[in-house]
């Protein structure tokens, strides 16, 4: 049986696919800082948090970590916006918190100088001081 062009198109395609990723290099990733603060939790998250103890007390047999997550789904569509008031509530308070922490580590970051080099335990007066002695 004779190929058609629909036959060849996809095959060509699939070798084009094949192909595509293999003459490029891959690029590292920047190393993550570890000081830098954790992301707040949505309110959905805080209600998990508190849903997933009460959870683990009511169903102390059940070892399925997707089970109690499409529970707790479950339970937040089911909640009302009043009932849902107090988790973003907490969720607000806790972005804030994180606001406030990722504004003063930015601000540690911004005044280290990465072409520095790491200062010794004197301080620059000391140095100077050191450097006149010197003369």
Do not use: C
Not at 12 to 19: C, F, I, P, Y
């Amino acid at each position: 049986m004779p190929k058609t062009k629909a036959d060849t198109r996809a095959a060509d395609s699939r070798l084009k696919r094949k192909g595509a990723g293999a003459g490029r290099k891959q690029t590292k990733k920047a190393a993550k800082d570890p000081n830098k603060p954790k992301r707040p939790p949505s309110a959905f998250f805080v209600f998990m948090a508190e849903f997933r103890e009460q959870y683990k007390k009511d169903h102390p047999n059940n070892k399925s970590v997707a089970v109690v997550g499409k529970a707790g789904g479950e339970k937040w569509k089911s909640l009302s916006d009043a009932e849902k008031a107090p988790y973003i509530a907490k969720a607000e308070k806790k972005k804030e918190e994180y606001d406030r922490t990722i504004q003063t580590y930015n601000k540690r970051l911004e005044g280290k100088n990465p072409s520095e080099e790491e200062e010794s335990d004197k301080s620059r007066s000391e140095v100077n001081d050191d450097e006149d002695d010197d003369e």
